[in-house]
């Protein structure tokens, strides 16, 4: 179902106009500043928000939510964290969206936009009326698969109507967790943007970025007439353009093997092990690890202040990408605090181009 969540994201858009408001969602509308100051009133602002009113800390109004995700309160699925922050790019072109989509499910989902915001921004506003569709028709057909070739169709199509040329180079990771009745956790993903999870204290990466550097990805890139050029900071580029070997848009590139099939996994949650789940944009995965990650949480006091403690911490080590974070609690938060481990300053210094 994880699968069909991404696959579906731009086959119905004509129907999502109508029925997308009908959704719990909470979705990024406006670009947030990238200072310590806003971000600490932010922090300073949701303490004083009931549990699941948080879900509206970025938001002018506040945002009602069904009863259902009231009564979740005691299990903290409702209280939600959240924060995207404009680093020092020209435009913010990261995209997430929060929605409860019937009772028992909820998506969560990071979208790292490259090339305009086009693709982000659609995926992000339709993303929660293709699954709730996807999920109905996965309890029809279970044995239902599918990829996302019909996405990128489906974007061409909008492309050449459109008439803008420039769309052909627009295109965004996507990763997107499903939730479903508090036990089953699917993840699925294109691109470099990753989803962590809090096991015991531990962080599990449920995520594999699809760049270059993969050899199954280079491989198929290369069987397909496309080719890898390496910058001068060694860092791989499919037909020396894109960053990633698995997208949805990207149309130009899509003839040499740049593909938006996802990886998809599936977690049978314990909730007195499994204390959070993290999905993040590259602007903080490139310049933290995924434990660094994990050990940031568990030190915060609430979800709402761990996505922007971890968005300030990105922003510290050097990121100039926007951060964005999605935090979202499980039964053990909070039972496996622990300190940050001392890093020497030298690994620092080398780790993942942080200092430059």
């Excluded at 699954?131 to 996302?148: D, G, H, K, R």
């Excluded at 994990?294 to 971890?310: G, L, M, T």
């Excluded at 100039?320 to 909070?334: E, K, R, S």
């Amino acid at each position: 179902m994880a699968t069909l969540a991404i696959a579906l994201v731009c086959r119905y858009h004509g129907a999502a106009a109508a029925k997308v408001a009908k959704l719990t969602c909470i979705q990024q509308k406006s670009y947030l500043s990238s200072s310590a100051k806003s971000n600490g009133a932010a922090v300073a602002r949701q303490k004083h928000l009931a549990p699941w009113d948080r879900f509206g800390i970025w938001l002018n109004d506040p945002v009602v939510l069904p009863p259902r995700v009231a009564n979740l309160q005691s299990k903290k699925v409702a209280n939600i964290g959240y924060a995207s922050q404009i680093g020092k790019r020209r435009d913010n072109e990261d995209r997430f969206s929060i929605a409860e989509l019937s009772d028992g499910l909820f998506c969560f989902a990071v979208f790292d936009g490259h090339g305009g915001t086009d693709a982000a921004e659609f995926c992000s506003r339709y993303i929660g009326h293709y699954i709730q569709y996807a999920s109905i028709y996965f309890l029809i057909v279970p044995e239902f698969s599918t990829n996302l070739g019909a996405t990128d169709s489906d974007f061409m199509q909008d492309v050449c109507d459109s008439g803008k040329g420039a769309l052909f180079t627009s295109g965004t990771t996507a990763t997107v967790a499903l939730l479903k009745e508090e036990s089953l956790l699917m993840v699925a993903n294109v691109g470099d943007s990753p989803a962590i999870l809090c096991h015991e204290g531990k962080a599990e990466q449920l995520t594999e970025d699809h760049t270059p550097r993969r050899r199954d990805e280079r491989k198929r890139i290369k069987e397909c007439g496309g080719f890898i050029d390496w910058s001068c900071a060694t860092n791989p580029y499919v037909n020396g353009r894109l960053a990633m070997t698995r997208s949805i848009g990207d149309v130009d590139l899509k003839p040499y093997g740049v593909t938006a099939q996802p990886e998809v996994k599936t977690v049978e949650l314990q909730h007195m092990k499994d204390c959070f789940l993290v999905l993040t944009t590259d602007g903080v995965s490139a310049f933290m690890e995924a434990q660094e990650v994990c050990d940031v949480v568990k030190r915060c006091q609430d979800p709402s202040e761990a996505a922007a403690v971890i968005n300030e911490q990105a922003l510290q080590y050097g990121s100039h990408d926007n951060v964005t974070t999605i935090v979202v609690p499980f039964g053990a938060w909070g039972k496996y605090s622990t300190s940050l481990t001392c890093t020497s300053f030298g690994r620092m210094m080398v780790a993942g181009s942080r200092w430059h």
